[in-house]
């Protein structure tokens, strides 16, 4: 068993993982951090999906030890005092999501996506989501909600410096 | 977060954002997988590697002694307890199949049949023990290509003796239906236009974003059943009689469910073995199956092989169809399996006024997965054919894809229109529905291009694709399931009840798990009963809340469920007629209901239905002439099915240098009929083009020369990603279903079962100068350059 530290949707854990125990199942077993879910066990699918230090990673493709000493923010952590993040309030407003499963994945990818190229094409955003595999939507209202979630953030962060 | 939201006019119609997303959004979810329960304890399965073998023997002590094991159970150790799995439509009266085990006892009939499971105290121990079952097998040769197992040359199930599970026809000379389409034939032959191709229905997997799942807790007074179904009402009737537990002892939950596709319509062996490792050791149990264990193990769709022969008249009026079909089974018959193809068989008429129809069905077994339900289940096979043909058609007749169709199609004012396969057609309009897909399109436009591009020899070439279809569903009238075999109903349940506060509580039997009917219920019953959409709320998946019900599949939920809802509602308003004339001492004939409130005719007096309920609750002030309650059951079986329709529109640029295929435009004009919630019968119809455009282009489960499945991973079977697909431009309109009191027709289905020819019509439109008339799917760019390089030998050896 191996010590990590890490700090997960604003709150610090200690624990003991064993080594070959994947950054997922860590969050979702000795967290309870069930709000990422488990898609594939080949990194296709993208459906586990968190925020490493704020960028996007699959969470089935890291070990838990290797987020030793980091910041992870998942689906979980987005919404502040009970306000929604604007990408999730996109994914809602534009009908983006039918079950739901690839949903939080595709959230934190999303917000990742526009972190990097806030005013993306649809093109942009749909080669930014290539990882991440929906089946129910044939993606068209997601592109919508994240191209709606990029044009409400843009102004503001130029103003305030960031999105995040 | 509806605050924002202005309140619409009116209910029906109105695209109100769904109440579901507030969790899916947050991660606040209910997946199966997130059950955590005292004690809980972990399945992992053993799976067999061989597509056909002999269990020669299994030594499990090694597993049995590893850490955290609990205990190995193989098919010896249950063959008495475990039953044999359920196929509920027999087709024909001695339709043969093998017994189903959830567990192989001797005999292993594909790759991934469950062979062993390891019960531990967590999944990594039970995974780790699983790998430590060491079991013997005698390989035996198995039977893989569906053609070659129907002639039985080698046998799937020695003891079985033969492949072919039924044979099956239907004939319009034999039913009254239509003539002799021999005699069509025939006369096409001599001076009409005679089609014959053969088309192959590849391979697919429904590929449901969720893993499935089953939690078991034995631990209660009636054992409680957690699973990723859609069918929960079906999972409690067979554990009760496969598994011999009363009925009345089980209790089945879907929770959040990640889709299904006709995938999750099921009673599984894992849900089979979950329970028995549950009974056995008396404590809770989990098995989650990994994506690769999904792809491998839950059930396949398609895989038919279809021999279709159209006869027409020269100047293109069909005169006659005929159909020989093959259908895999696979190495079981599931739930359905075996009335797939049957479900297709009343589709290959199409939209089109055929004189004359036959069909043959021939359903087969392979050592291969079983098939069952994916999304559309055998009327986007019988659509294929039946939109490829005609556009075979216009080919040979020279004219254009759109007037084939026209000339041939059931015009508006022929509704109600009985079709050469026995269905009664209730309503439709084909002409308004093109006319408008045609608009949007920019079809001359688009034919204009073609031309040009064709003359001027361009290496990437234009295709326009065209597919009208139509198709039979909201499952439905248990009178036609039963006279079909099928041994369960069709009908469906609903209750509503006022709450004292004035909150509505509708129960439904049907099961979403992505259709949003949280969201649509809530309309239907705030528009009846004139409450409010955030006061309704809606409960379902789970037996012991929605007692009765029949599930969600076959684009039933809104025709049969969402109507037996209304029914119930109607119940409600009509119960509280009597107490509201009693409390507004008024003579229930003047009362008015309208705008959720009772008023006396003529005056200012009246009362609504939350006043109403609240005065039931208190009872005070009924005088007992009148049953003091606002809840109502309704159960409905509806007279017939829904038949939606539309015209989709495809236009493809492909590279006949590389074979690569782009679609540049894909338009299509839906008729659903009355619609409830437009944003989400969008979201239905995008998600539905998206599969069949992923059957067209990308996807099939392939097995090698052992029966080993080669797509067993997402890196392999290739669901299309963002980038792989268009955006859709889709429009509707709206011609009522005359079967159902809103006039709503199902959505489900009719994405996938339209585009899939619509864009195999297009690749094969854009390669016609180049004498190709056929590509088969997936329509991979190797296919279409393969195609290319085939036809032009052919031209070069002619010439």
Known sequence: ?164 | MTATEERPATEIGASRRRKEDARLITGRTRWTDNIVLPGLQHIAMVRSPFAHARITSIDAEAAKAASGVVAVITGADIADEQGALPNAWAIIPDQKAPVHPSMAVDHVAFAGEIVAMVIARTAAEANDAADLVDVDYEELEPALELKAAARDEVIAHPDLGTNVSAVWSYDSAESGTGGDVEAAIAAARDGGIVIEEEFRQQRLIPAFMEPRSIVVDPTTEQMTVWSATQVPHFVKIFIALVLGIPESKVRVIAPDVGGGFGGKLQFTPEEVLTVIAARRTGKPCKYTETRSESLMAAHHGRDQWQQVTLAANADGTVTGLKVELIADMGAYLGLVTSAIPLLGAFMYNGIYKFPAYHIGITNVFTNKTWTDAYRGAGRPEATYAIERLMDELAARVGVDALEIRERNWIKHEEFPFSTVSGLRYDSGNYEAATAKARELFGYDDLRAEQRKRRESGDPVQLGIGVSTFTEMCGLAPSRWLGSMGYVGGGWEHAAVRMLPTGKVEVVTGTSPHGQGHETAWSQLVADRLGVAFEDVEVLHGDTQVAVRGLDTYGSRSLAVGGMAVLAAADKVIEKAKPIAAQLLEANADDLDFSGGRYGVRGTDAGMTMAELAFAVFQGHKLDGSAEGCLDADATLDPDDFSFPHGTHLCAVEVDTETGATKIRSYVCVDDVGVVVNPMIVEGQVHGGIAQGIAQALFEEALHDDSGTLVTGSFDQYTLPAAPDLPTFETARTETPATTNQLGVKGVGEAGTIASTPAVVNAIVDALRPLGVTDVPMPCTPYRVWTAIQKSASQEGSRS
């Not at chain 1, 993982?17 to 594939?40: A, D, H, I, M, S």
């Not at chain 1, 960028?55 to 987005?78: F, M, N, P, Y």
């Not at chain 1, 079950?99 to 990818?109: A, F, L, N, R, V």
């Open chain 1, 1 to 164: 068993m191996t010590r990590i530290t890490v700090k997960v949707d604003g709150s610090s854990f200690t624990d003991e993982v064993e080594p070959r125990t994947l950054l997922v199942l860590y969050l979702r077993e000795q967290l309870g951090k069930t709000g990422t879910v488990v898609g594939c066990d080949t990194g296709n699918c993208g459906a586990c999906t968190v925020h490493l230090d704020g960028r996007s990673v699959k969470s089935c493709s890291l070990l838990a030890v290797q987020a030793d000493g980091h910041e992870i923010t998942t689906i979980e952590g987005l919404a502040t005092n009970g306000q929604l993040h604007p990408m999730q309030q996109a994914f809602h407003e534009h009908h983006a999501l039918q079950c739901g499963y690839c949903t939080p994945g595709m959230i934190m990818q999303s917000i990742d996506l526009i972190a990097d190229n806030p005013n993306p094409s649809d093109e942009d955003i749909r080669l930014g989501l290539e990882g991440n595999l929906c089946r129910c939507t044939g993606y068209q209202n997601i592109v919508k909600a994240v191209q709606a979630a990029a044009g409400a953030a843009a102004p503001q962060a130029s103003a305030a410096g960031g999105a995040q």
